[in-house]
């Protein structure tokens, strides 16, 4: 049995997951009330919430699992990326139970974590990992596609400047949605139709071949428009609708342009099989365009079911399991703010 550690930004988390990958418990405190008021993620504020929840969460996970303290074999923690104290809490927390009941850490990539959650099992029927998988991450601090091998994760591309998910955070709170702002406009742009001659979102025109990213242009564009036509939560509420469902629209659309290309310039054989994870990987409208991309592709697409998809320990565990070489000893462990 492995326990796995989540606190990387702002959800402490703790899960207990079976060798074969079974998720027996899965416990998530979010901090989302506690920044809510200053519409983003405060880290110190984090940090002292991870400290608070850490350890009760342990214990109830055990609790919760039927099991005792004694039967866990190794301990996954996320050792980075993410806000450096949210992390240290997580990794010497990790440190202390691990050195006191004598077992190894695996310490954890927070973005593997993600790239691997498509294949966290479900009511115990195990999802096989194929050979090689394409991953887009897409999340409040990521959107990359990776290149997924059994030993070789390879970053096709990268955002140059926000993420997707950052980008949603950011327009939402302009236009009065409470954080985080992704499934807010998700639900406001169900009520509205997508127009771009209304609300022209431009999508970035690279001079170079590049595949990757960049949302700061729609960002830039979404600010102005909304300042333009005074949308706004409180005011026209169709208004506010239609606009939120363009917004969604351009930055979805700018991750199929990106995936389109990615995908005609890698060659043959292709991967077999295209996975989505992070936060906003629990967007319905991506989900349902991404799973009809696959079905005209003959390409199994794998989502992640939604509570795996934002931060949780389960998708650390899980990668844990993938790595067992990677078990080392608890003082060798060291958290990293950045990862290259
Ligand atoms: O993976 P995650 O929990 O944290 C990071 O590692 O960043 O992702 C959080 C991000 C936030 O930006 C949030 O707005 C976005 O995921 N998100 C969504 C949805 N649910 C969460 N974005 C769009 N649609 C959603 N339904
Ligand atoms: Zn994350």
């Not at 796995?4 to 416990?27: F, K, M, Q, Y």
């Not at 001079?207 to 909304?226: H, M, P």
């Not at 934002?310 to 990293?336: C, H, K, S, W, Y």
Request: aromatic share 6%.
């Amino acid at each position: 049995m492995i326990l796995g550690i989540e606190t990387s930004c702002d959800e402490t988390s703790v899960a207990v997951l079976d060798d074969d990958g079974a998720v027996r418990v899965n416990l998530i405190a979010s901090q989302i009330e506690r920044h809510q008021p200053f519409g983003g993620v405060v880290p110190e504020i984090a940090s002292r919430e991870h400290l608070q929840h850490l350890f009760p969460l342990v214990t109830k996970a055990l609790a919760d699992a039927g099991l005792s303290s004694s039967d866990v074999e190794a301990i996954a923690v996320t050792s980075g990326p993410g806000l450096i104290g949210a992390l240290l809490v997580g990794v010497a927390g990790a440190q202390g139970l691990a050195y006191g009941l004598g077992v190894p850490i695996v310490p954890v990539n927070h973005l593997e974590g993600h790239i691997f959650s498509p294949y966290l099992q479900k009511d115990g029927a195990a999802i096989p990992r194929p050979e090689r998988f394409l991953s887009l991450v897409i999340s409040g601090g990521h959107s990359s596609i990776y290149d997924v091998r059994v030993d070789d994760v390879k970053m096709l591309n990268r955002t140059r400047d926000d993420a997707i998910g950052e980008t949603f955070d950011k327009v939402a709170k302009f236009i009065g949605l409470p954080y985080p702002g992704g499934p807010q406009i998700e639900k406001h742009a169900r009520e509205g139709t997508a127009d771009r001659k209304r609300f022209p979102f431009p999508l970035p025109q690279f001079k170079d071949e590049s595949l990757d990213f960049s949302y700061s242009g729609i960002k830039a564009g979404a600010i102005r428009l909304a300042r333009e036509h005074d949308i706004r939560v409180g005011g026209d509420e169709r208004a506010l609708a239609d606009f939120c469902a363009t917004f969604q629209d351009a930055l979805i659309e700018q991750l199929f342009d990106r995936l389109e290309s990615v995908w005609s310039r890698l060659g043959e054989p292709k991967p077999s099989e295209v996975a989505i994870a992070g936060g906003v990987a629990a967007n319905g409208v991506l989900r349902e365009r991404i799973a009809a991309w696959g079905v005209e592709r003959g390409v199994i697409v794998r989502l992640p079911e939604k509570r795996y998809c934002t931060d949780n320990a389960a998708m650390i565990a899980f990668a844990g399991l993938q790595r067992p070489e990677a078990r080392t000893d608890p003082r060798r462990v060291v958290a990293r703010s950045r990862i290259a």
